[in-house]
């Protein structure tokens, strides 16, 4: 697989004249944005002001214009970039995937399906609504494995009975073949509960989590820092979890910064890199050539197909049963 420096070469040189390209047209895009968003602003305060003085800031039609006006705002920006968010995708992300390995499939429009995400057992809510793009599936080092952009929410209803959605996950979600048949489940979360109430009482809140297999003490105290372990099976979880697996995860949470869930369930291992956006749009705001911008492009390809040699599944550790 190919360094991180190699990708940032093929990015800049490699793709330059479609970054050009690009760049031109995301210039011309922002002049239009503050050009419109400036009229838009000035008519929406005229009339805000009338509505103010006529029936007052919080009339409902007064909160009715407000909110039409930002969804108004969502629909023409949308409009505005999603021919320069597709030209992105086809001419910038779409070679650097394969750049990475030619026999990686790339999909913009599509996701890793509910089911995978629902196997995962990351999380006990019910899925209402579930969507996702910017789709990869392949084989990296004779490891099979997909991955894309997922939103996942659910829905609740308040004491007026109004609906109201939350999400549960929005971030990269990644299945990923592993060496052996496992016999029960084990799940990695990230530890909220040790963060914010610290070892003895977050220990406890763990221990009474009745919708979860039982706790499950790992020992290294750095690892138990920033994860939880369920499993239905306390001897295979610490099989799996070996020291060097747990190093290997917590370099891999170091290295993305963001909350990590992690589980083996039958001869799969699935990832959740909780990002809280879309990780292969295209910047509008920022200069496409920025290095910074760049590198978020090339970081987030590279950890991602790198997982799979992050957590060694490429060493046929186990056999399958």
Do not use: C
Not at 123 to 130: D, E, G, L, P
Not at 148 to 162: I, L, M
């Amino acid at each position: 697989m190919k360094s991180t420096s190699e990708l940032t070469d093929f990015y800049y040189k490699g793709l330059y004249p479609s970054l050009n390209e690009l760049e031109e047209t995301r210039k011309r895009i922002v002049s239009q944005l503050k050009f419109y968003g400036g009229i838009g602003i000035v008519a929406f305060a005229l009339v805000a002001l009338w509505l103010g003085k006529s029936f007052g800031l919080f009339h409902p039609l007064s909160l009715a214009v407000v909110f039409g006006f930002i969804i108004l705002s969502s629909i023409t920006y949308r409009s505005m970039t999603s021919g320069y968010a597709k030209d992105f995708k086809e001419h910038i992300i779409t070679p650097m995937i394969g750049a990475i390995d030619p026999h990686l499939l790339y999909n913009p429009t599509f996701m890793v399906s509910q089911h995978l995400f629902e196997r995962s057992e990351f999380f006990k809510h019910s899925i209402v609504r579930y969507s996702g793009n910017d789709y990869v599936k392949g084989s990296i080092d004779g490891v099979p494995l997909e991955f894309s952009d997922v939103h996942a929410e659910y829905q609740t209803r308040d004491s007026k009975g109004r609906t109201q959605w939350h999400t549960l996950f929005r971030g990269l979600f990644v299945v990923a073949e592993f060496n052996k048949h496992f016999k029960a489940k084990t799940l990695i979360l990230p530890d909220q509960a040790e963060k914010s109430f610290g070892s003895l009482i977050g220990g406890w809140l763990q221990s009474i989590n009745f919708t979860r297999d039982g706790l499950i003490r790992m020992d290294d105290p750095e690892f138990e820092k920033h994860f939880v372990v369920y499993g239905s099976d306390q001897i295979e979880a610490r099989y799996i979890l070996s020291h060097s697996m747990m190093k290997r995860i917590l370099d891999f949470q170091r290295r993305i910064s963001h909350p990590l869930f992690i589980s083996f369930v039958h001869n799969h291992i699935h990832v959740g890199i909780a990002t809280g956006k879309d990780l292969f749009e295209p910047a509008v705001f920022t200069s496409l050539l920025d290095y910074k911008q760049a590198m978020e492009y090339v970081s987030t390809l590279q950890n991602t197909i790198g997982l799979v040699e992050e957590l060694k599944l490429n060493e046929k550790l186990w056999s399958k049963e």
